[in-house]
């Protein structure tokens, strides 16, 4: 336990991400899949249709295969997004002494309302949620904002997005700049975002409107000319259309142009996790070397010193703007 003199801050920053295992185990990836796919934020499908569905066939079909993905990528401390989000928040804590920075899951461990509750025993009365999605959807964003609504004990405000936020914007374009100056710059560089439902853009989400914005943003910033550049959206789930081009489509367009080395970055998810380290770097990379060219992947921000300045500039902005109550 450590001493100090300073006063005990009455206010928390809480960085959410997604979620994610406890071990690469079938059991475990079946609990955080179940969790997560039971949102329905994340399926609108009917309940009565949808959830036997889920639990009699998807998660004993897929929990074991995708516990072998996760796996290959799992690191000493954990799952890689566990990992990368735990050491953020310590990242930000030490940029922001003056309040309290602790990291969360929406679904899966250290889960969002086991935070809250631990916050409101600390004596924190108010908590700026800052989900770790720089893009809004209704089915990240606003799930996380379903939970912080629940919240009566503390002041609760969320911060929506950060898409183009200049520093986000200079933080991802100087991993690109820093990759290049080490590898040397690839023929084409490739935005993948996490995809959607076409359904859900339809619907009003602005996700695809700001992931495509954020693209031009960082594009802007390494004075790139629009055909260096593609936009593109991987990780399809289900049987719905998702957004296009998909990831594996456009990286084959490339190909099929004779596009030998391409540069991929991911500014969709703010800490590499299976879809960057498994689904970019070993599936697709793969496709890729089969077709004779390579696919060199540019890691998210993660825990980076520039990452943690970032986002402490962005909770500390959300807090300027919410001046405290007198007591
Ligand atoms: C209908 C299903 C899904 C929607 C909608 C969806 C949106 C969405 N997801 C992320 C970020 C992440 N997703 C991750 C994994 C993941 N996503 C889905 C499905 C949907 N995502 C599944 C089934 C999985 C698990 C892997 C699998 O079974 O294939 C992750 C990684 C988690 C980890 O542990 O590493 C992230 C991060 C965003 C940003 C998003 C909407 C914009
Ligand atoms: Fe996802
Ligand atoms: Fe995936």
Redesign the pocket.
């Known amino acids: 336990m450590t001493q100090s003199a300073a006063p005990s801050p009455d206010t928390a920053v809480v960085l959410i991400?997604?979620?994610?295992?406890d071990a690469p185990t079938a059991d475990a990836?079946r609990r955080?899949?179940g969790e997560?796919?039971s949102d329905r934020r994340?399926?609108a499908l009917p309940r009565l249709f949808w959830l036997p569905l889920l639990h009699g066939i998807i998660l004993p079909r897929?929990s074991p295969k995708?516990a072998l993905?996760?796996a290959s990528?799992w690191l000493e401390g954990g799952?890689?997004?566990?990992v990368y989000t735990r050491r953020l928040a310590e990242g930000v804590q030490r940029e922001m002494p003056e309040v309290l920075v602790v990291d969360a899951m929406r679904y899966?461990n250290p889960a969002l309302t086991k935070v809250l509750e631990d916050l409101r025993g600390r004596g924190i009365r108010r908590v700026l949620g800052l989900p770790l999605?720089p893009?809004y959807?209704t089915?990240?964003t606003a799930t996380v904002g379903d939970v912080l609504a629940r919240e009566t004990a503390m002041q609760v405000r969320m911060v929506d997005d950060y898409h183009v936020d200049p520093g986000w914007v200079a933080a991802v374009a100087d991993s690109i700049r820093e990759h290049r100056a080490r590898n040397g710059a690839g023929d084409h560089l490739v935005f993948s975002?996490?995809?959607?439902?076409k359904r859900?853009i339809r619907n009003g989400d602005p996700?695809q409107r700001q992931s495509e914005a954020g693209a031009q943003a960082i594009a802007r910033a390494l004075e790139l000319e629009p055909h260096q550049w593609t936009i593109s959206y991987q990780?399809r789930?289900?049987a719905?259309r998702w957004l296009e081009p998909a990831t594996t489509t456009a990286l084959a367009a490339l190909g099929e142009r004779g596009v030998q080395c391409i540069d991929v970055v991911a500014p969709?998810?703010a800490?590499d996790?299976?879809?960057t380290?498994e689904?970019i770097s070993m599936e697709l990379a793969a496709e890729v070397a089969g077709r004779g060219g390579t696919l060199r992947y540019i890691p998210c921000l993660n825990d980076s010193p520039a990452h943690a300045r970032v986002i402490a500039g962005i909770a500390r902005r959300g807090l300027d703007a919410w001046p405290m109550a007198q007591p």
């Open positions: 991400n997604l979620g994610t295992p990836v955080y899949l997560f796919l994340v399926v897929r995708v993905k996760y990528v799952s890689p997004l566990a899966g999605y893009q959807s089915t990240t975002f996490h995809g959607l439902p859900v996700y990780s789930f289900g719905e969709g998810f800490a996790c299976l879809e380290l689904e």
